[in-house]
């Protein structure tokens, strides 16, 4: 896409040709949109769907002036259009097309004073995003600054400047002559502080300082410049402003540094925005929250509203009617291996025998307990039988699920024994069954599949308290927006269910079904 020239626009060609680019942005914009409502489609999170609006907004409202101005009689028309904010638009525009793992464009963050690091936008979790704690509140727009381009999953941050050599020469000089040329000893000095008042080091300076005070993964955000307009190697005195820059810490990128923007295609598109799928792992562990709701009535069934039913059961009844929950689920779960740990089924048997219709229980039976007589067709085919969605679960599911021992499994010859450590020990300030099922998905390197999406925030949170620069893998996560609960039996039923184990207790009852027929 070609960018906007400096000169003034006077011809009725030239002003439509800067309609024309405008436009032509407005619908690239449109299609990211696009690309990010399908990639993001059923997942936990609905805000990363809009990580572009911040500048396709302002796009549009650019969009909107320039046919205003085209439409009018007005002779300063044509200066308004060539002072158009277009070609910082597409600069910031054409910058995101060269990155990977975008997070956010155009964001406000908090800009100081920091009392202590605030969480930075970004991945803490793998698959899942966070805004962080920088977003500034309505009231704080004067402590609110713009980062141009969130990438690397929040780990790089990036400001736009379409300043010229022509205006970078201007401000030096100016400084230069505000500062006046002096033959004493303080005429280092001076020259020092007349650059750091030069605007380009001024926002270099603020933008080092900004990161700095946020936090990403136990770290500061990277912090970079890009420059398109700006020309390096030409004049000795912009070659020293940009080394400046660089000696803050600031990653400096100049026009003549920058690879053209590639077009716009679907392959450029998922390496901007990679779907959360494209992290899943070929075997995943399954949380409490999924094995609920692969055993709920509401699942399986057109539930009525009863008069006993909670209003979260209500609440569920009607999401399952407008999306049924198995559509997404299993799509999701029916090519991989599945794995879950003794406790989060013990919690899981804990719920279905307290409330569990007998349906509930057989599912629960079929997705968890070993049985030598029953094949997998067979045990997928009993399970159909009791769904009304039996076409949507795959011949390719993984049934029964495997059960895996209590949090991590430490392997004494593993390389990996200390980062096993620092995730076991980092993770006990969470509660079971979160903890064992967490802590064993991030050990193996394993996703894990979740509705629980209070558990996923206090993960963020505690991950950024914990001291874990010794982990080079972070966890990954697949997040569902919405669950499903059983539907139960009321308080007062006579209704006789019947309670099978569910798991493998051949052996030694390990889903606690003994200990609950001796109470």
């Known amino acids: 896409m070609a960018t906007l020239d400096e000169t003034v626009l006077s011809t009725t060609s030239d002003q439509r040709d800067v309609l024309f680019q405008a436009k032509e942005l407005q619908a690239e914009l449109e299609r990211f949109g696009e690309h990010l409502a399908n990639v993001y489609d059923g997942h ?16 549009v409202i650019e969009v909107a002036k320039l046919e205003s ?18 070609p910082y638009f597409h ?51 004067s402590q609110s600054f713009n980062v141009d381009i969130i990438c690397d999953e929040g780990l790089s941050w990036y400001k736009i400047s379409t300043i010229t050599n ?3 020469l201007f401000d030096i000089a100016k400084e230069a002559l505000y500062c006046g040329e002096s033959d004493s000893s303080d005429s280092a000095g001076d020259a020092s502080q007349g650059i750091s008042d030069i605007s380009l080091v001024k926002l270099a300076a603020r933008l080092k300082a900004i990161a700095h005070g946020h936090q990403i993964r136990n770290s500061s955000p990277t912090p970079s410049l890009i420059l398109p307009r700006i020309i390096e190697n030409e004049h000795a005195e912009i070659d020293r402003i940009i080394k400046c820059c660089r000696d803050m810490g600031i990653n400096v990128l100049c026009g003549n ?25 070929p075997e995943l562990n399954i949380d409490t929250s999924v094995l609920v709701a692969l055993a ?57 025998y307290t409330i569990g219709t007998n349906s509930e229980i057989a599912r629960a039976y079929l997705l968890l307990t070993p049985d030598e007589s029953l094949t997998r067709e067979r045990r997928i085919d009993e399970f159909r039988t009791l769904s009304v969605h039996g076409e949507s679960i795959p011949s390719q599911f993984h049934l029964p699920i495997r059960i895996v021992g209590s949090g991590i499994e430490m ?10 450590s620092l995730i076991d020990e980092g993770l006990r300030v969470l509660g079971q069954p979160i ?50 609960p059983l539907i139960g039996v009321p308080k007062e039923s006579n209704q006789q269910r019947l309670r099978k184990h569910i798991g493998d207790c051949h052996i030694t009852c390990l889903c606690g079904l003994e200990e609950l027929h001796k109470r």
Not at 48 to 58: E, I, N, S, T
Not at 411 to 420: A, P
């Open 166 to 168: 022509r205006r970078l």
């Open 91 to 141: 600069a910031v525009w054409d910058a995101a097309k060269r990155f990977k793992n975008i997070v956010r464009l155009r964001h406000p963050v908090f800009s100081g004073p920091f009392k202590r690091r605030i969480l930075a936008p970004g991945m803490r979790v793998r698959g899942i995003m966070s805004l962080g704690g920088s977003e500034p509140k309505r009231n704080q727009t």
């Open 257 to 281: 540094g920058l690879a053209a923007p590639s077009p716009l295609s679907t392959h450029l598109l998922h390496e901007m925005v990679p779907s959360p799928k494209t992290s899943i792992t």
């Open 435 to 484: 903890r064992s099922v967490f802590s064993f998905g991030w050990a193996h390197g394993l996703t894990t599949i979740t509705c629980n999406i209070v558990a996923i925030r206090h993960l963020e949170k505690t991950l950024e308290e914990l001291p874990l620069s010794g982990v080079s893998e972070w966890p990954s996560v697949w997040a569902f927006s919405t669950s499903r």
């Open 69 to 86: 101005h085209l439409s009018s009689q007005d002779p300063l028309s044509p200066h308004r259009v060539s002072s158009s904010n277009l």
């Open 411 to 420: 392997d004494e010859d593993s390389n990996q024994t200390n980062s096993h």
């Open 44 to 59: 936990l999170q609905e805000f990363p769907k809009q990580m572009h609006a911040v500048l396709y907004r302002d796009v």
């Open 296 to 352: 709920s009535d509401i699942s399986h069934f057109q539930v009525a509203k009863q008069p006993w039913s909670s209003a979260n059961q209500n609440d569920h009844i009607d999401l399952e009617t407008n999306k049924p929950f198995l559509h997404q689920l299993c799509p999701l779960l029916g090519h991989h291996t599945l794995v879950c740990t003794l406790e989060a089924v013990r919690a899981f048997a804990r719920i279905v």
